[in-house]
């Protein structure tokens, strides 16, 4: 299997002081996963849960007080091995946008007010792609209408646009370059359903043509339904089940899993889901055992002291539970009709 990306034992902790008490939050703690090439990695859980922390740490934008404490990432491209934790700022500027680039939550950050959309283009992507004057021009007027970008997008200013608009206009400048590992955090959460739709197939046609990998966090279930090829479940820091998609959906092996598929809302489909009990942990002090067992409905003593490894219990299907064998999908979960959607 082609690897791109290798992350072991993982851990990223916000390491803070306030008036000489410390605190850390173990927002990333002890992940162990691969990203293979050509394919898209979706990453799912609840607010709080470590999903963005850990992006930040993939995508060489991490800042202080989030810290790495242990555990190491290693991108593999063209044969060249390199730890985003610890790369130099010329190699970030080298592999930036044509090898690795970064879909952030929130348009407006990573364009500057102050210049023309055309200017941060240029500023992005023109050195990467080796082109200037019209071919440059020519090029990105192309890929902004593949996201249904008219060219005057270039002569204006971030405040002249939509939000929609915008989105739109940052994942264009995070694909322009086509680039081997493109890294996505909700991406799409402010479209409306259409342009949503739109400028998901535009990702995936482009993660088609360029054989890219593609990871992506949404907290939307039914988008990694569509999109995603493999998923992984954060939940309290740690990654809890990993599978193929139509698996995760039809035979979750884990509890947390199983409440999140189940909690899918389908059209026509009125009935209220039931609510997961109970609060998500708090990192600074997270529970003993598995961090799931308070509101686990299967928990058992083990479950309260002992954390349970990530152990593969089916191919390529990975999942931390004590009770994996038990777990059967929920009231509510996707069956017949859906399946065909997967
Ligand atoms: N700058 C920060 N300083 C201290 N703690 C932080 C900081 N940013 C996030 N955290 C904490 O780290 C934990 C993980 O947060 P993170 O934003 O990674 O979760 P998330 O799953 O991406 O949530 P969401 O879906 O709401 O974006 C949370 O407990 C959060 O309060």
């Not at 092996?253 to 609060?279: C, F, M, N, W």
Request: glycine content about 6%; aromatic content about 6%.
């Amino acid at each position: 299997m082609d690897t791109v990306l290798d992350v072991k034992g993982l851990k990223a902790y916000y390491l803070m002081k306030y008036f000489g008490i410390s605190r850390e939050v173990r927002a990333v703690d002890d992940i162990t996963m691969s990203i293979r090439r050509n394919e898209i990695y979706g990453i799912a859980g609840e607010s709080s849960s470590g999903k963005t922390s850990l992006i930040k740490v993939l995508a060489a934008a991490m800042r202080p007080p989030l810290e790495v404490v242990d555990g190491s990432v290693r991108y593999h491209f063209n044969g060249e091995e390199i730890d985003p934790t610890t790369a130099s700022k010329e190699d970030l500027k080298r592999i930036r946008w044509k090898h690795l680039s970064y879909i952030m939550q929130g348009s407006m950050s990573v364009l500057n007010p102050v210049r023309r959309i055309e200017r941060t283009f240029a500023d992005f992507a023109k050195e990467p792609l080796g082109l200037s004057g019209p071919a440059f021009r020519e090029r990105v007027e192309q890929h902004l209408s593949s996201l249904k970008l008219p060219p005057s997008v270039l002569r204006s200013y971030p405040h002249e646009l939509s939000g929609g608009m915008r989105q739109r206009v940052t994942i264009g400048l995070a694909t322009v370059c086509h680039p081997e590992f493109i890294i996505a955090d909700e991406p799409t959460t402010a479209l409306d359903v259409v342009v949503q739709k739109e400028v998901l197939s535009m990702i995936r046609e482009i993660q088609q043509k360029m054989g890219s990998s593609v990871v992506f966090v949404t907290h939307d279930m039914s988008v990694h339904a569509n999109m995603a090829d493999r998923i992984g479940i954060i939940y309290a820091g740690r990654l809890v089940e990993e599978g193929p998609t139509r698996q995760m959906f039809f035979a979750p092996k884990h509890p947390y899993t199983a409440h999140l598929v189940a909690s899918l809302p389908r059209i026509g489909d009125t009935t209220q889901r039931p609510a997961l009990e109970g609060k998500p942990p708090n990192l600074a002090d997270p529970p003993p055992g598995c961090r799931f067992h308070p509101r686990c409905p299967l928990a058992i003593d083990k479950c309260r002291t002992d954390v349970p490894p990530l152990e593969t219990v089916d191919t390529d299907h990975r999942t931390a539970c004590w009770r994996w064998q038990d777990v059967r999908p929920l009231d509510g979960a996707p069956t017949g009709k859906m399946e065909a959607q997967l």
